[in-house]
């Protein structure tokens, strides 16, 4: 991800830790320091993360929280075979804003979007996959879900206003390991469409709330 409050530092011998110190402007507020995927799991040789929806509601009268996550999601591809040493934006970043400047933004998938059933059945052609690693990287991405939710609680709806919800859009990556990890949370999830299947996710399913599944 990259945007006014997240620096992109490079872990090249040419810029190490102390980066920091040479621009500090960058950091005089408090920072999150996340460690860089080195070993993502790869489609066709590309870099690609995965986009699920959650949605956050609140019993009325400042009682529990529910977060429900929505049974479908896409997966944001790039647009060039990936290169741990390259600078190349567009080779780890899947961003529809650094995409779209990309020689071979759409050459392969629509929109460079994915479906989950594309990516289960890219699963299943793959010999070091078994049957159970797809279901066990929706299983990781719900429990990230619950753990992100349930950290965030004291900072939701500060005001407790009631009949009030958030859409939030979760950003995974699973490791070659097919480990996940979280990349980013965010909270004005964009709702811009660039796929049919994109379409799909995010003007029925997303607005369809009784096809949502309670975590």
């Not at 996340?34 to 690609?48: A, C, D, V, W």
């Not at 392969?108 to 059933?117: A, T, Y």
């Amino acid at each position: 991800a990259e945007g006014p409050k997240i620096a992109n530092l490079s872990l090249h011998a040419s810029c190490p830790w102390w980066h920091m110190a040479a621009q500090p402007q960058q950091f005089r507020e408090a920072s999150v320091v996340q460690k860089y995927i080195q070993n993502p799991m790869l489609i066709h040789r590309r870099k690609f993360d995965i986009r699920m929806y959650c949605l956050i509601t609140q019993e009325p009268g400042a009682r529990p929280f529910h977060a429900y996550c929505f049974g479908d999601g896409y997966l944001r591809t790039t647009s060039a075979a990936y290169f741990n040493a390259s600078l190349d934006r567009a080779i780890h970043i899947t961003n529809d804003l650094v995409q779209q400047d990309s020689k071979g933004y759409g050459k392969f998938e629509e929109g460079n979007k994915m479906s989950l059933e594309q990516f289960k059945s890219h699963l299943s052609q793959s010999a070091k996959c078994t049957s159970d690693v797809f279901p066990d990287i929706v299983r990781q991405m719900q429990a990230i879900m619950i753990d992100t939710v349930q950290a965030a609680t004291g900072k939701l709806n500060p005001r407790s206003i009631d009949n009030c919800f958030e859409l939030v859009g979760f950003d995974f990556l699973s490791d070659d390991t097919f480990r996940v990890w979280l990349i980013e949370v965010n909270a004005y999830p964009s709702l811009e469409v660039h796929s049919r299947h994109q379409a799909g996710v995010v003007r029925l399913e997303v607005w369809r709330i009784n096809d949502i599944r309670k975590l």
